[in-house]
């Protein structure tokens, strides 16, 4: 009945990711245990942890959590279950300690705890709180959100934890189109023209201006579905395929005037996922509070005696360290060193140019922007206060996607010395911006925009992005569609060849294999007429194609191949992958195998890929890959080869090669 029924006994950190001032804490308690009963308690929180962890788009992110269980003993089991005429309940009266009770605002199941108690007791135990959880030990089933999230065990326990959890941690609204039930409620013709503060909900049906327009493709009908009488909820079953986002009528507790965005979601029915709507606004709400972890690797070099390599660290700094053929410029002779920053997000790549004078580096911000910072010569330091976005702080009108690829490449070494720069935003449109040195040319002087008037076919998620510049004039960027099948598009300074005076294609006729998820991609130009393309198949074989400007050699006139006759070892998944050509007839490709080893092939007119099988690119791995590691690979000369990858004991691993010196012949090490 109140406080006096019951005791806060302690509490447990289960789940520990860091510390809380760095973390998404979830509290959860409970209520209706007594204390002979704690350590079901312990086994329930567990069971719902276990569920709620290994489900999207949590499992995405779950070094952003930290989990505690606080054990709260009550003189009662149960909740109370009031016998009023709107509930039948069974009259049963429970002393716990945040008073438990089913019948909340008269609907049977909206099962409440006095929530300012609730908040309290969180506030002592984990201050820096994030969401605060109940499960009340009764097997009716019932629930609620508001500023706790209270659940049963009834049979749906976990499914109706992650209901109220989305509520009350992401301001998220139930789908469902009544309040008491179907042909219950004779108040729930229409509703009211507010737009709704959840992200969930609207009253907009119209594609240019309603809220997730961006998720909706141009074929898709708007509205979707509509009611076609008010006064009931809509019979019709999903008129289109299962996962298609759109507006369809009937949300919010309304028949009509009330869209959600698929036909289905698990906040509108449990035991189905959430739609795409939700697990964006979870994931963006947690995102921020991912560990970083060093998964991209950026290596450049900018004389044929220097080497300089970039990663994000897992203590949220962006990390450089160099190697110089000069006395004392080995890898171990000096220590590495954190750039001046600003928002690094959690799972940033990083990317870099090298021009014979300037040092580029990019990455993703928290905030939703590419950032940049640069060292010059003479003395080479990295701008201290000058990090900056690569367009005007208000021109990000679409925010780069969590973790997107990004792309950067030089084309010419004239006095303008362009950079341009290529990510994937939140519309799964790739965007680019461009700097110069001609008046008018800085990131500031002009808006980021995408590199197509249209993408028919959106890229994939997380794809990987490579962009090349075969010639000075000349542009052409790739990535992996969400067809399973590898795009292009291209730029050239001449007339009618911008970005949007054509439209992006598939880079061969057919894929007989399709690209793995979220493959990485690496595009080399040997020299000025010709390309290579690369990236991991869906059967873990690396898979290229080409295109040269000589007659019948097109994209189109022959067909992607696996770049070896066998993989003894499959490649890891969602691998990287780099590309080189250390001249102009030789090619070397480098991934990451399912056996923890970097492996690669290589070709040149003599020896074709299919000449010689893979093979790891060191003597000995004493730590695997990191899963997801980027891997980059550089040719200071054109007799030595230089790999990166991400380890995963967080630190960044090298090999090297030259003609006297095999890979085999020495093992791996960090730098």
């Known amino acids: 009945m109140s406080t006096v029924d019951g005791a806060v006994i302690g509490t447990t950190k289960i789940i520990d990711n860091g510390p809380a001032s760095a973390r998404w804490n979830l509290v959860i308690m409970g209520d209706g245990y007594k204390n002979t009963q704690l350590g079901q308690f312990a086994n329930d929180v567990r069971s719902f942890v276990n569920n709620f962890l290994g489900s999207g788009p949590f499992n995405r992110v779950p070094t952003a959590i ?33 008073d438990a009770s089913f019948c909340g605002d008269g609907l049977p199941h909206l099962l409440v705890v006095k929530s300012r108690t609730a908040l309290a007791v969180a506030g002592n135990q984990v201050p820096e709180w994030n969401l605060v959880m109940v499960i009340v030990n009764t097997t009716k089933y019932g629930g609620s959100g508001g500023s706790v999230a209270v659940f049963s065990l009834a049979d749906r326990a976990t499914e109706i934890g992650l209901h109220e959890m989305c509520h009350t941690a992401f301001g998220l609204g139930d789908e469902y189109e009544f309040y008491r039930g179907c042909g219950r409620d004779t108040d729930r013709d229409r509703h009211p023209p507010i737009e709704p503060c959840e992200a969930n909900i609207t009253i907009d049906g119209n594609r240019t201006t309603n809220k997730w327009r961006d998720l909706i493709a141009a074929n898709t009908r708007m509205p979707t ?5 008010c006064r009931f909820c809509d019979p019709q079953p999903n008129p289109v395929g299962a996962g298609t986002v759109g507006a369809f009528e009937g949300a919010h507790y309304y028949h009509c005037k009330a869209y959600r965005p698929q036909f289905t979601c698990r906040m509108r029915a449990l035991r ?16 921020p509070y991912v560990k970083p972890v060093v998964k991209r690797v950026a290596a450049v070099t ?30 171990k002779e000096h220590s590495p060193i954190d750039i001046p920053i600003r928002f690094l997000a959690p799972e940033t790549s990083v990317a870099a140019v090298a021009q014979k004078d300037r040092l580029d580096v990019f990455w993703e911000g928290r905030d939703g922007k590419i950032f940049n910072n640069w060292a010059q010569a003479p003395g080479w330091k990295w701008k201290p206060l000058m990090p900056v976005p690569i367009a005007h702080e208000l021109d990000f009108t679409v925010p780069p996607a969590p973790g997107t690829s990004i792309a ?10 362009p950079v341009d720069v290529f990510w994937t935003g939140t519309d799964c449109q790739i965007w680019s911006n461009r700097r110069t040195e001609a008046p008018g040319g800085d990131w500031s002087d ?35 569609g969400s067809d399973g099948q590898i795009w292009s598009t291209w730029w050239e300074q001449a007339p009618d060849m911008g970005w949007r005076d054509h439209f992006p294609f598939p880079i061969a006729r ?18 000025s007429n010709h390309l290579d393309v690369f990236w991991a198949g869906s059967d873990g074989q690396i898979w290229s194609t080409w295109w040269d400007r000589a007659p019948d050699m097109g994209w189109r006139d022959h067909f992607p191949f696996p770049i070896a006759r066998a993989f003894s070892t499959l490649a890891a998944e969602r691998t990287g992958i780099a590309a080189v050509a250390r001249t102009s007839n030789h090619l070397d490709v480098f991934w990451a195998g399912r056996d923890g080893k970097i492996w690669t092939n290589w070709w040149t007119p003599g020896n074709d890929w299919k000449d010689h099988p893979p093979r790891p690119i060191a003597s000995q791995f004493s730590v695997p ?47």
């Open 446 to 480: 002009h808006a980021p925009f995408p590199i197509a008037a249209e993408f028919s076919t959106l890229p994939a998620e997380r794809t990987g992005i490579a962009a090349v510049s075969r010639h000075s004039n000349r542009l052409d960027v790739f990535w992996a």
């Open 66 to 98: 930290n989990v505690y269980r606080v054990d709260v003993a009550s003189t009662d089991s149960g909740a109370d279950d009031p016998a009023t005429p709107t509930c039948e309940g069974t009259g049963a009266v429970a002393r716990t300690y945040f």
């Open 272 to 287: 189905n996922p959430w739609c795409a709507v939700c697990e964006r606004r979870i994931y963006q709400t947690l995102a």
């Open 408 to 417: 950067a490449v030089v084309r010419t070494t004239d006095n303008w010395r």
């Open 510 to 527: 057919a894929f007989s294999t399709l690209a793995a998820q979220r493959t990485g991609i690496a595009a080399v130009a040997r020299n």
């Open 625 to 671: 890959p990191a899963p997801d590691t980027g891997i980059a690979a550089v040719a200071r000369t054109s007799g030595n080869l230089d790999v990166f990858w991400t380890g995963t004991d967080g630190n960044v691993w090298t090999n090297w090669w030259t003609p006297g010196d095999d890979w085999k012949d020495h093992p791996a090490f960090t730098i």
């Open 225 to 229: 579905t509509q009611n076609a009488d």
């Open 302 to 331: 900018r004389n044929s005696g220097r080497l300089d390599a970039f990663w994000a660290g897992r203590d949220a700094k962006l990390w450089t360290n160099w190697w110089d053929q000069a006395p004392g410029g080995g890898w």
